[in-house]
Every structure is written in C-alpha cells, then in structure tokens.
C-alpha cells in the first residue's frame, strides 16, 4: 500500500509518501511545501493544491491521509487551517484517492504507542519505524510520515478485524434514500 500523509499547514504543509506491506515500511519521498505568509490566502492555497496534485501524480499512493484539526490560537488561524484541508482533501479527491483523517491522539498512540507523546518522540519512532539514519529535520515531514503510518497500522487493523473501512475511505456515511417530497 502506497500512502501520502499530509500535515496541513498555512505556511508549511509537510508531506511524506511511504510504501507499507502491512508490517514494514519504506520512505518513498517526503518534503515541506513552503508558502509565504505574505501571499494572499488564494495564493498560497493555489501553491499547496499543485504541489499536491504534483505529488499524486508522481508518486501515485493509493490513499491520502490527513490529520483533525485539534488545536488553533484563534477563530482565524482555524479557518485557515480548515481552507488548508480542504485543498489537500480537493487533491487527493481529483485524483480518486480516498482520504482517511486521524485525531492527533490516533496518529500518536499508533506511531509511539502513547497518545500525548513529544514531537521529539514522534521524530524518533518515525526514524525507528522507516530505518532512516537520523530523524526528518522538519516537524512537519515527521508529522506526515507519522500520519501516513498511522493510516497503515488501522487499516491493518481493520481488515484483521473485518472492518470494511480497512481501504481507507472517508467515514462517510451511507447514501441515503431521497425522501418523497409531499406538497
């Protein structure tokens, strides 16, 4: 399974491809996508969905992963971030890829085994689990990678279990049937 993780920011969205059978992992690239905070808000959204668009086309995973929004300063910075999500749900959407999203309490407890671990310990159980020489230097790429692994160990687990979600689809919910509209 081929995933690409995003951690989704307004000035660094850091990504991270991996390829996964399940039980080990592979890095296949990973990087920052750098936008001035001085470009207007289009712009910079512009610069991260083709960025991203570029990467699916390269690279080809088979699923995106994303991680909630958890924490923001302000009503300003979350919306921000939500306009961030959207493009790079948008990305993967365009290319038929499904998106999962992870809570960060997911996406740490799966990577280090406990939920409210360090950036520090993130960093390190990513080098551990990739067999890279050192740590990614960027908090952002180590939080991709982190995502992206965390994708593969529930959906591992989901498909042990049976559970049909183990592609990695949106928690959508079922389509509905439409309702008679009675005048």
Same mark, same amino acid.
Request: proline share 7%.
């Given at each position: 399974?081929?995933?690409?993780?995003?951690?989704?920011?307004?000035?660094?969205?850091?990504?991270?491809?991996?390829?996964?059978?399940?039980?080990?992992?592979?890095?296949?690239?990973?990087?920052?996508?750098?936008?001035?905070?001085?470009?207007?808000?289009?712009?910079?959204?512009?610069?991260?969905?083709?960025?991203?668009?570029?990467?699916?086309?390269?690279?080809?995973?088979?699923?995106?992963?994303?991680?909630?929004?958890?924490?923001?300063?302000? =009503? #300003?910075?979350? $919306?921000? %971030?939500?306009?961030?999500?959207?493009?790079?749900?948008? !990305?993967? +959407?365009? @290319?038929?890829?499904?998106?999962?999203?992870?809570?960060?309490?997911?996406?740490?407890?799966?990577?280090?085994?406990?939920?409210?671990?360090?950036?520090?310990?993130?960093?390190?159980? =990513? #080098?551990?689990? $990739?067999? %890279?020489?050192?740590?990614?230097?960027?908090?952002?790429? !180590?939080? +991709?990678? @982190?995502?992206?692994?965390?994708?593969?160990?529930?959906?591992?687990?989901?498909?042990?279990?049976?559970?049909?979600?183990?592609?990695?689809?949106?928690?959508?919910?079922?389509?509905?049937?439409?309702?008679?509209?009675?005048?």
């Amino acid at each position: 399974m081929r995933v690409l993780g995003i951690d989704c920011g307004s000035q660094r969205t850091g990504y991270g491809i991996i390829d996964s059978d399940g039980i080990s992992y592979e890095l296949v690239t990973c990087g920052v996508i750098r936008v001035s905070p001085r470009w207007p808000l289009p712009e910079r959204l512009l610069k991260i969905c083709e960025e991203l668009e570029r990467l699916v086309g390269d690279y080809s995973p088979q699923v995106a992963a994303i991680e909630d929004v958890f924490f923001a300063r302000n =009503v #300003k910075s979350a $919306l921000t %971030l939500g306009h961030v999500r959207g493009v790079a749900m948008l !990305a993967a +959407a365009r @290319a038929r890829i499904p998106v999962a999203e992870y809570s960060p309490l997911q996406v740490k407890s799966s990577v280090v085994g406990y939920g409210r671990a360090e950036k520090r310990q993130v960093q390190h159980m =990513v #080098k551990v689990l $990739l067999r %890279l020489p050192e740590p990614p230097e960027s908090e952002d790429t !180590a939080d +991709a990678l @982190a995502i992206a692994i965390c994708h593969v160990n529930i959906a591992r687990a989901a498909q042990a279990l049976g559970h049909p979600a183990a592609a990695g689809a949106s928690r959508r919910p079922a389509s509905r049937p439409r309702r008679k509209r009675i005048v």
